[in-house]
Structure formats: C-alpha cells, structure tokens
DNA sequence: TTGTAAGCGTTATCAG
DNA sequence: CTGATAACGCTTACAA
C-alpha cells in the first residue's frame, strides 16, 4: 500500500542474528538474567545493522500498555501554563512515558479530548484547567478506566486525585502584608465571576480585611476581568480611583491587570508605591521587569504540574487507590510596587517615614 | 495479566450487532456507501450499548497510520513559543492527528526525541527549535523517512521544509524607523553569540544603519544575552548609558531586555520616550501592557507554527516533493515607547516639538 | 538458554 | 452488500 520502504521488524533482526524473535524481544527488554552475553551481542549489532528500532504501537498492542499519557489542557496559549506543561513533559518522559498534548476549553471540548485519549489507550490523564465552575461528568467516567489528575479544577469529590492552591489564604496574606504597611483602604480588582478561583479570591480579600480588622466595603472592589483586555482593566483602576475617599493600595486580579494598573496611575501621574501600592497574582516572568518591580501572589502552577505528573507516575506504578488532594499554598513574592522595599530601607536608616 | 476490566472489542459489537467485524468496521470508518441503512443503525447501536471505542493503537498496526504528529520543542518554558505549540495543536486536530510533545534542547536530547517519535511511528514532526548553530544531521536521517518541518532552525538544505523569519530585515526596519524620528546614535544591545538569529539582527542593525547612512559605532553596541538575567541586561544598558555621546535610542535584544532598559533608564530619571526611545524584539503579551508601551518588532512565531503545521499536514495528505522554504516578515510594532506616537501627536498639533 | 506459536484489536483482501 | 481470514509487529506462555 504505502510505497515507503519498511522498517526492519524484529524478525528480521532475529534472522540476521541467527535466533529467535523471543529471544531478540529478550534482549531489547533487558530480561537478559539467563543469556549468553555473545547471543545478546549478535542481536544487539544485527539491531544496529538493521537501523531497527522497535515499534511501540505494536508493542503496546501486545502488552496492553500505551506508555502515553494524556495532557489536556485549557488556555494552552497562557503563559503562565507553560511551565506546568514543561515539567509535567519532563517527569514523564523520566518515567519513561510520553505526552500526547489536548486543547480543550469548552465541556465539549473537555469530553471529545478524553473520548480521543481513550481511543488511544494513555494510560493516564494530567488535566490543566481554568477554574471555570464545570461539572466533572466525563472527567469521573474516565477516572473509572484510568488514572486522572486535575489541576486547578474546581469542585471536589470525583474520585480521581486534585491538585489546587489556596486562593483565600494567598489573597488574605496579601491583605495583611498590607495592612502592616499601614495601608488602611484597600482596594480589589475582582476577576470573572464564572471562575471558582475569582470568588475566591474575592472571599480571600474579605477575610484578610477581617483579619486586620478592616471593614469591607463595596466601593472598593471593581470588576477586571482578566480574560478581557487591558481596556477593561483600565476601567477598573479607573473606578478605584474615582470612589472619593480613595484606596492607598490596589490588589489586581492578575499580573497583567497589575501591570495595566501601574501604568494607569503613573499616566495620572501618581508614584507607585508612594502614592498607590499595587499588588498582583501570578508572578508571571515579566512580574520583576515592570517599573516598580512587581509585588505578587504567585501562582504555584509549576509545583502544581509537577505534583500531578508524579501522582499521576506513582499511581501508575504503584496503584494507589484513595484518591490524593493536593493543596498548594500561595506565596507572597515581595518586590518594590508594595512599598515594602523601601519601608524596609527607611527602617534600616531609621526614617520615620512609612506609608500611612 | 491485567485485571482492569477491558474494553469492548470490535468483535463483540459485531456478536451483538449480528453482523461481521468487516462490516462493524466499515460502519465505524465511515465506508458505508452501499450499505444497508437498517445494518449500519444497528451497528451503531450495538456500540453505543457497548460503549465501544475503537482502539487506535491496533488501528495503527493494521493500516499503518498512527494519526500523531510529534512536536520536539526546545524552551518549552518560553512564553513565546507557547502560541506556536497552541496553534499546531489546534491545526492537527483539525486534521485528525495527534500531538505528541517532545522536550529536546541539547543535540543529545534531540536525537533521543527524535528516535522516541520514530518508535511511535509519528507521521511527521514538526520542531521548534532556537537558532543556534547546530548541525542537521539526525534531522537529516529522520527527514529520510517522514515529512519534517523546522521552525527557526538556522541553516539551510536538508531536504525538509523549513520556517523561518527575517531578522535581517526586521531589525533594519526598526533602525530605520529610529532614524526617520530623528534619532542619529541608536545603540544596540546584541543577543548570545552562539545564535544565528542574533547575528543576524545584529546584521540587521548595521544594514539599518547603512541604509540611512549613518556610521557604525561599536560603542554603540553591547551585550545583553537575552537567556541570562535581568542584571545581565542591566549591565548592558548601563554600558550603553556610559559612552560618552550617549545614545538617544535603545534597540534591545528581546522585550524582557527592553523592559529592564526602560527600567534602567526611569531609575535614573531619564524619560522614555522623550530622553531615550526604546525597542524591543518579541512582542511578548506584556510589550502594550509596559510604562511606556513597548514599540517592539514582532516575532511572527505564531504564523510560524501555522505554517509549520500546515506544510506537513499537507505534505502528509498530499505528499508533495520539493521541500519549502519559508520567510516570514517580522513586523515593527509602533507603540509608545519609541516616540512615534508622541510625534505623530504633535504634527497633528502642528507642534514642532519633534525628537531631535 | 532458546524456540514455537498464540494472541493483542484492527484493517484489508477476497470470495460469495 | 457482507463475511472469512490473513496480515500488522510485538509479547509471552509454554515447550524443548
């Protein structure tokens, strides 16, 4: 049919080397205990000679194990991700498996993707979603045949293991880093309600305003969307700054709207910290190249990839059977849009002066 | 040998549709010209009870088509790089073929990644490489049997289809747009030596500056290795800031490099645009989002990835011969912090306020 | 220590 | 129009 020439087959290794195909598949799989060292050495140069390399689609359909693992993927183009897809490329090509890479946004996406892995037999899936509040219909059916892992999906239960990071207590610290900085009114830039991780974030701000105790008002929380774009995040700063006894400090809802905040005040010509604190989430890589460096939440997304390949690796190999869930902490990563730096600084030289 | 429940066979929707493997086949491929309607329904419906799903590994052993691509990517961790991964899975899924993603920076790592996707029988392979110097040969050998694409993979020949963009002529435009704002010493912060596409902007540099007959001043040029760190790039903003007939713009090696000259720059109270204009390489996502907004020249990675895909998906149906070559344009991307804006601005107010 | 042969789940070639 | 049946390339009892 295809008029490509073939690939050399184990039996023609077998031939040539003057054995068996058992024993060639012998000596490929290292189960070479019991062999004479100069029959393994015939096979293994007739392999070179022949250029043959085995083939794993065969191989897998005659022992019924893929060496594949699933990645699904919403959002793939966020840059953020990337770090998550590399490691999780990286632990499982350790552990001697490969990545078939799936975009999937939409449930409906989300089902053809796992309907498609299954067809190809992976043996396990590592799911990177948004928090979009989602049921987990097919995601629970597939975690029935293989082992599943999600990150950053929302919801609980399911039977397959999760791993998260803590929204409320990454966006309270932020609050009471700074409260400590003196600041007293404090705004939030609030992301897209349909996502479980905006809300919270939101119940985050609110409990850190609680903790310090602080009262929470409305005025002070807008809406930027930060899958919109940065006229959008523009109106929120806007909004901020036109309530009349207005903020000291902005939490924004991502880096990117931070960075549209930042720009915004300084074009009204308001200093950031001095004037205005900023504070983002993410610690996107652009995070410590803005002006003032960026003080943010980050986003632990890489620890996250890597703990779910390596639940996902374990289980492969182990069984495992209660499902794990996995919660990552946030941290604050302190730069200069804070005002921290320079607090610490005037401290250090004994100048009373920190923001009030 | 595996205890897991298995799945449904090709032979039991057949028992349960009361017809052949042949025909259950034929119904699932689609080849159902002439073919009993009353048959084909209740084919599908024995599947369905079933939850039949083909499987694609013995598929692929029996016609010889394993419907996966393979994508080798070196820095898989750059953001960049992440729109070209998202389009080619899009484009491939469009096509019916899987992605199988493969890590490889070193020569080392490429073969091996290059003899894995061998063993999944990949249909073709499309790589994203940086443009260092490095010899084609694996490339070459793997180029032999499948269809390969490149993407900035520096050289030529190979006998496989290759994307690339012109930096040459991308930094060209930048310097001369530089010039037609007035600007007469504009300095360039070189990328790593042991990448082609550094030479060649830097090529590009010097071409610019021909072409608008200015003399070439290596004082004017430092380096600024855009993989090392921001204190790298600092240093070479600092070098350029320390000639003693100091430039009036600054074309940086990529954006992150742009984005810390201009922070460099602030920190020492000079303005951008208006003391130093400033350009950047990339056009990352946060290039509009920086204070001043980064006027950049656009790697066109994106439409490189697209084309990329394209070529081997046809050249997979199609089977075309001749290998091609492709070039695309890199775009400068006026913004603010060139001063173009302000300038265009001020002629609308018949302000002669222009630059010098 | 090595070989024989029966699968693995499809597709594809022919007959009917 | 549909059904046997032989590949596909490898693994793996089981035999020798």
Redesign the interface.
Known sequence: ??P?RR?ATIEQVAKLAGVSTTTVSNVLNDRTDAMRPSTRQRVLEAAEMLGY??????R??AN?Q?A?VG?VIAE????L???A??VI??VA?EGNY??????ASTPDEESRAL??L????VEGVVFLSTSDYRDDEALVRLAD?IPVVTVNRSGSGGGFDRVTWDNVHGMSAAVRHLHALGHRRIGFLRGPAERQGSDERWQGYQLGLADCGLEYTPELVAMADYTAG?EDWRHGAEALLAVPLRPTAILASDD?VA??V??TL??RGLRVPDDMAVVGVDD???A????P?LTTVKLPILEAGQKAIELLTDRLREGRTAPERVVLTMELIVRDSCGAMRAAAALDSADPALPV
């Open positions: 049919v295809d490509r690939r390399h085995p083939s794993q689609v065969a897998s359909l019924r893929s594949t990645l793939i183009a966020t840059p991700f990337f770090n897809v590399s490329e990286r090509r490969n990545v078939l890479l799936c975009h309907d498609l299954q067809e190809k037999e045949g940065p990117s960075a549209v930042m720009k300084q074009e996107q890589p652009f410590p190249l803005l002006n460096s």
